[in-house]
């Protein structure tokens, strides 16, 4: 079974920053090319993919509503991907989600932007 663990979730300042972590199984290589996502979603609204990274390639994608603000980022040694979330607001409140080849999901970690 895949293991998707979030972490670095809480309460951040509008206009702050926070950083979010999701450690994933061991046996994801870099050379598996498996891709690696943030989900966001909050109560009444859909989910929404806010960003991801290519394993392999290194290839990342950004949702147009974060473009500039939000960075994924991969450290392949400690099988870990981050999200860097800067200049946050109020609208990034959600619970986020590490998800693995759209099909694997960790538990998520509340973000709340106030």
């Known amino acids: 079974h895949v293991q998707l663990v979030e972490s670095g979730g809480g309460s951040g300042q509008a206009g702050g920053s926070l950083i979010l972590a999701c450690s994933y199984a061991t046996y994801i290589r870099t050379s598996d090319s498996h891709c690696l996502a943030w989900f966001r979603q909050s109560p009444g609204a859909e989910r929404e993919g806010v960003a991801r990274?290519?394993?392999?390639?290194?290839?990342?994608y950004y949702a147009d509503s974060v473009k500039g603000q939000f960075t994924i980022s991969q450290d392949n040694a400690e099988n870990t991907v981050y999200l860097q979330m800067n200049s946050l607001k109020v609208e990034d409140t959600a619970h986020y989600y590490c998800v693995l080849s759209y099909a694997f999901w960790g538990q998520g970690t509340q973000v709340t932007v106030s």
């Open positions: 990274i290519a394993t392999g390639s290194g290839n990342t």
